[in-house]
């Protein structure tokens, strides 16, 4: 009687013990995202050139319309694909061409300047462009021209001017001061019913500014709240929504601070905590529970196309920093959003 016992026990044991296998489970029965697993993300091994230089400077739609501008802005109306953006020197010019290189690529010193031959993740050719010291003392100082038959959509040329010379009747670039929260009418993005872009105030922090050579970037990070409509799986994120979100540009210079001066993400975190939003990741039946957030960058086929996110999620002991990973479209993870708006250097 007690050995029948024993084994009723031990079958009873073995039954409520979880199913495990040589590959860790990626999903989580409710949908939440395991903060300490990358199971449904992969290491981004090559860029495409013309993508990432196509999200340093505008957005558009899948109707090649412009949904936002990122870098530059059009002077003459008559010339919507001629952007200029201002700069106190060459050196700047130079420092902000060379990061709309994509990582793994290169741009070839010339005399003058640079060639920028533009390929995809394979290596295949997508036209060039050229980028140049402008040397005849006028308010031009350098000048990206792209070459015929490159697929830059509403880009031609971009022309950064001396910023003392910027024209009176032109818009004026505007100066953001490292930790300032600003309060904009912006859009939320909501996947209630449906994605829909729903109006309202959001609170947008300055992580750096741009008085000193630097690009100025503000951020908005999407709450680890209960409402799961803001932070819904990879197949929700079209791209109706992405376009919203940020370029893999865009990506790379909020990467670039959180990699090389923690200090300064941290001191937003605590500041957007001490004013009660929700930034930091949260438990909860409706939260993600992670720092992932999704970012612009698709291709292919619905439900076999390429998503990327720009990981934040960090593990002490193994030293993990921030990356940009391509995530598996079919995830039942949930995945956060954040908002980005660039300003040029005003020296």
Same mark, same amino acid.
């Given at each position: 009687?007690?050995?029948?016992?024993?084994?009723?026990?031990?079958?009873?044991?073995?039954? %409520?013990?979880?199913?495990?296998?040589?590959? =860790?489970?990626?999903?989580?029965?409710? #949908?939440?995202?395991?903060?300490?697993? !990358?199971? !449904?993300?992969?290491?981004? $091994?090559?860029?495409?050139?013309? $993508?990432?230089?196509?999200?340093?400077?505008?957005? *558009?739609?899948?109707?090649?319309?412009?949904?936002?501008?990122?870098?530059?802005?059009?002077?003459?109306?008559?010339?919507?694909?001629?952007?200029? @953006?201002? *700069?106190?020197?060459?050196?700047? @010019?130079?420092?902000?061409?060379?990061?709309?290189? %994509?990582?793994? =690529?290169?741009?070839?010193?010339?005399?003058?300047?640079?060639?920028?031959?533009?390929?995809?993740?394979?290596?295949?050719?997508?036209?060039?462009?050229?980028?140049?010291?402008?040397?005849?003392?006028?308010?031009?100082?350098?000048?990206? $021209?792209?070459?015929?038959?490159?697929?830059?959509?509403?880009?031609?040329?971009?022309?950064? &001017?001396?910023?003392?010379?910027?024209?009176?009747? %032109?818009?004026?670039?505007?100066?953001?001061?490292?930790?300032?929260?600003?309060?904009? @009418?912006?859009? &939320?993005?909501?996947?209630?019913?449906?994605?829909?872009?729903?109006?309202?105030?959001?609170?947008?922090?300055?992580?750096?500014?741009?008085?000193?050579?630097?690009? #100025?970037?503000?951020?908005?990070?999407?709450?680890?709240?209960?409402?799961?409509?803001?932070?819904?799986?990879?197949?929700?994120?079209?791209?109706?929504?992405?376009?919203?979100?940020?370029?893999?540009?865009?990506?790379?210079?909020?990467? !670039?601070?959180? /990699?090389?001066?923690?200090?300064?993400?941290?001191?937003?975190?605590? $500041?957007?905590?001490?004013?009660?939003?929700?930034?930091?990741?949260?438990? #909860?039946?409706?939260?993600?529970? /992670? %720092?992932?957030?999704?970012?612009?960058?698709?291709?292919? @086929?619905?439900?076999?196309?390429?998503?990327?996110?720009?990981?934040?999620?960090?593990?002490?002991?193994?030293?993990?920093?921030?990356? &940009?990973?391509?995530?598996?479209?079919?995830?039942?993870?949930?995945?956060?959003?954040?908002?980005?708006? &660039?300003?040029?250097?005003?020296?």
């Amino acid at each position: 009687m007690k050995k029948s016992l024993f084994y009723l026990f031990m079958l009873m044991a073995v039954v %409520a013990m979880p199913l495990t296998s040589c590959e =860790k489970d990626p999903q989580k029965e409710d #949908g939440q995202h395991d903060p300490k697993s !990358d199971s !449904d993300l992969t290491e981004i $091994t090559a860029y495409n050139s013309l $993508t990432w230089m196509q999200g340093s400077l505008v957005v *558009v739609n899948k109707n090649g319309e412009i949904v936002r501008r990122i870098y530059g802005e059009p002077l003459d109306e008559s010339q919507p694909d001629v952007l200029s @953006a201002p *700069v106190a020197s060459y050196a700047t @010019a130079e420092k902000v061409f060379l990061s709309w290189v %994509a990582p793994g =690529k290169s741009a070839t010193k010339v005399d003058g300047g640079y060639d920028y031959n533009l390929t995809d993740e394979e290596g295949k050719a997508q036209g060039s462009v050229s980028f140049r010291a402008v040397e005849d003392g006028g308010r031009v100082v350098a000048r990206m $021209t792209v070459a015929e038959g490159t697929e830059l959509a509403e880009v031609s040329e971009v022309n950064f &001017i001396n910023s003392k010379l910027w024209p009176e009747n %032109a818009a004026p670039w505007v100066e953001v001061k490292e930790g300032e929260v600003v309060t904009r @009418a912006d859009g &939320i993005l909501t996947w209630e019913d449906g994605f829909y872009l729903k109006s309202g105030s959001i609170p947008y922090y300055t992580l750096q500014g741009n008085t000193d050579g630097k690009v #100025g970037i503000q951020v908005y990070l999407c709450p680890d709240s209960n409402d799961s409509d803001l932070h819904p799986t990879p197949s929700h994120y079209t791209s109706e929504s992405l376009q919203y979100l940020p370029s893999e540009w865009e990506a790379q210079q909020i990467l !670039d601070i959180f /990699n090389n001066d923690k200090a300064r993400w941290d001191k937003m975190m605590e $500041t957007m905590a001490s004013m009660g939003y929700d930034w930091y990741p949260k438990a #909860g039946w409706e939260t993600t529970e /992670n %720092a992932e957030f999704m970012i612009n960058s698709a291709s292919g @086929a619905y439900m076999g196309y390429k998503l990327s996110c720009l990981d934040l999620d960090e593990d002490d002991s193994d030293g993990k920093k921030g990356s &940009i990973r391509s995530v598996n479209p079919r995830s039942l993870y949930k995945y956060r959003y954040m908002r980005v708006k &660039i300003y040029p250097p005003v020296e």
